[in-house]
């Protein structure tokens, strides 16, 4: 059985830094996407971040770019998203979230949340100011 179990979340200030970490149980070495989600109260589900594992090749969303980094520990087949300069606005229930693609897949922007077939149960991240 496939699963992702998210930590990390926690309450930070404005400024600070934060890792979420996805440990990810039974996914093969066939390629696939990787990615965390966020969802505020009141707010639709936002893709973050993505990894093709093939390549390592990743996208991320605008609001973020420049201030998270997603990674992966094939070895310890951990998923991570290193967050620093945190703002208020993103604060949010994180999900990591994975599917299995095609060879003929060329990175993971196009794949949207409803495509994900596996999911972790979350992360809470809070940054007050």
């Known amino acids: 059985q496939v699963q992702l179990v998210e930590s990390g979340g926690d309450s930070v200030q404005a400024g600070g830094s934060l890792r979420l970490s996805c440990a990810a149980s039974?996914?093969?070495?066939?390629?696939?996407?990787m990615a965390w989600f966020r969802q505020a109260p009141g707010k639709e589900r936002e893709a973050v971040a993505s990894?093709?594992?093939?390549?390592?090749?990743?996208a991320y969303a605008d609001s973020i770019k420049g201030r998270f980094t997603i990674s992966r520990d094939n070895a310890k087949s951990t998923l991570y998203l290193q967050m620093s300069a945190l703002k208020p606005e993103d604060t949010a229930m994180y999900f990591c979230?994975?599917?299995?693609?095609?060879?003929?897949?060329?990175?993971?922007?196009?794949?949207?949340?409803?495509?994900?077939?596996?999911w972790g149960q979350g992360t809470q991240v809070t940054v007050s100011s």
């Open positions: 039974s996914l093969t070495a066939s390629p696939y996407c």
């Open positions: 979230a994975a599917v299995r693609v095609s060879l003929l897949s060329p990175g993971c922007a196009a794949v949207t949340g409803n495509q994900y077939t596996y």
């Open positions: 990894l093709l594992t093939r390549t390592n090749s990743a």
